[in-house]
C-alpha cells in the first residue's frame, strides 16, 4: 500500500500571511512553518500520483531535492497508506472528505437529529426489548450470532467517527482524513483526524467529543428495538445491539485518549485529568496538602483513585472482546 511518489499529509493548512509567505500549520503536531509562496503552492501538488520532479519547469531538481528532503524531515509527506503511530498501532485512510456546502448542511442536520434522538431511541429500544425478551428466538439464522457481532461492530465503529466528524464540522472544526485502525495488535477500530482548535464554545466541543458515543447508544437502542419487533432475528440484532453498548461504554472509560477522559477535562477545566490523578495517587505530599481542604480535598483524593482504576481496565475490556468473539464460534 505504497504511492508512487511522496503524498504531502492531510493534516496540514495553509494561511497567506503576505505577498510573499505562507504559514503552514500540522495540526497532528501542532508544528508551524513558514514557506515562501512558491514553495508552499508546490507542496500542495503533491498528491501521491504526481512525479515530483514534474510537476514545475521552473524548479530544478536540486531544488525540488531540498524541498522534498526537508517535508520528509519533518514529516510532512508520507509515501504509505498504511500508517504506524506507536508498536502494534496501525492507520489505515479510507476517506479524504471535501466538505462542500451540501455536505456541511448534511453534517449539521446529522448532529441535531443525533442530540435529539439518540437518548429516547436508547431508552424506548431497550425497554422495548426487555417487554418483549420472552418473545426473541435464537438460531433461525445459520450464523447470526457472528453477522450480528460483525453488524454491530462495523455499523458502531464507522458511525462512531461519522458523529464525532460531523459535529466538528457543524462548530467550525476541520476534518482531514476518516479510516480504520488497529490497536495494540488486537482491537480493531476507526478513526478521524480532525482538529478542534477553532471550536471555542465549550459545550460544542462537550458534544464534538460525545457524538461518537451518543451514536453508539442511539444504535443500541435501535437494533435492541429491531430483535423484540423481528423476533425470529433477535439473535443477530441483539448481539449488535450488545456491541454498540459495550463501544459506548469502552468510550466513555475515563482513561487517556477516549472521549470520557475528553469530556471530563471540559466539564471540570483541567487539562489532562488522568495525568493530574496519577500525580495525585503516586505523590504521599500531594496528598497530605488535599486533606487540609476538609470534605473537597478528600472528594479529589477519591475521584483520582477512580481515574487511577479506570488505567487498568483497558487490558480486560480487550480480553472481554477477544471472548465475545470466540463465543460466536
Given amino acids: 500500500m505504497k504511492y508512487p511518489y511522496p503524498k504531502l499529509t492531510n493534516t496540514l493548512t495553509f494561511r497567506r500571511t503576505s505577498d510573499e509567505d505562507v504559514e503552514i500549520t500540522d495540526h497532528a503536531t501542532g508544528n508551524q512553518y513558514s514557506f515562501p509562496i512558491w514553495d508552499a503552492w508546490y507542496a500542495k501538488q503533491l498528491d501521491g500520483y504526481t512525479d515530483p520532479y514534474a510537476i514545475a519547469d521552473f524548479f530544478t531538481r536540486e531544488e525540488v531535492g531540498e524541498q522534498l528532503a526537508f ?32 455536505a456541511r448542511r448534511f453534517a449539521r442536520r446529522w448532529n441535531l437529529l443525533l442530540m435529539l434522538l439518540w437518548l429516547p431511541v436508547f431508552v424506548l429500544g431497550t425497554a422495548l426489548f426487555w417487554v418483549c425478551e420472552y418473545r426473541v428466538e435464537y438460531g433461525n439464522i445459520p450464523g447470526g450470532f457472528i453477522i450480528g457481532f460483525v453488524l454491530g461492530l462495523l455499523s458502531g465503529l464507522i458511525l462512531h467517527e461519522c458523529g464525532h466528524a460531523f459535529a466538528g464540522v457543524t462548530y467550525g472544526g476541520r476534518v482531514f482524513e476518516m479510516g480504520v485502525m488497529v490497536m495494540h495488535f488486537i482491537a480493531p477500530g476507526a478513526y478521524v483526524l480532525a482538529c478542534d482548535d477553532t471550536v471555542k464554545g465549550r ?10 458515543v451518543e451514536t453508539n447508544f442511539l444504535l443500541t437502542g435501535l437494533f435492541l428495538g429491531l430483535a423484540a419487533m423481528i423476533p425470529w432475528a433477535g439473535d443477530l440484532f441483539m448481539i449488535a445491539g450488545i456491541d454498540n453498548l459495550v463501544l459506548g461504554l469502552f468510550n466513555l472509560l475515563l482513561i487517556r485518549g477516549l472521549d470520557g477522559a475528553r469530556i471530563l477535562s471540559l466539564l471540570l477545566g483541567i487539562e489532562e485529568p488522568v495525568l493530574l490523578a496519577a500525580r495525585v495517587v503516586r505523590s504521599r505530599r500531594v496528598r497530605q496538602m488535599l486533606r487540609t481542604r476538609g470534605d473537597h480535598g478528600y472528594a479529589v483524593i477519591g475521584v ?6 479506570m488505567q487498568f481496565l483497558l487490558p480486560l475490556v480487550y480480553l472481554m472482546t477477544v471472548l465475545e468473539v470466540a463465543s460466536c464460534f
Avoid at 510532512?76 to 502494534?88: A, D, F, H, Y
Avoid at 459545550?203 to 461518537?212: D, P, S, T, V
Avoid at 483520582?304 to 482504576?309: A, K, S
Wanted: aromatic residues 10%; glycine residues 6%; charged residues 25%.
Fill in 203 to 212: 459545550g460544542q466541543r462537550i458534544q464534538l467529543y460525545a457524538a461518537g
Fill in 304 to 309: 483520582c483513585y477512580v481515574l487511577r482504576l
Fill in 71 to 102: 517535508l520528509q524531515k519533518y514529516d510532512l509527506i508520507r509515501r504509505k497508506r498504511l500508517r504506524s503511530t506507536s508498536i502494534g498501532t496501525w492507520m489505515l485512510p479510507l476517506v479524504i472528505p471535501k466538505w462542500t456546502p451540501r
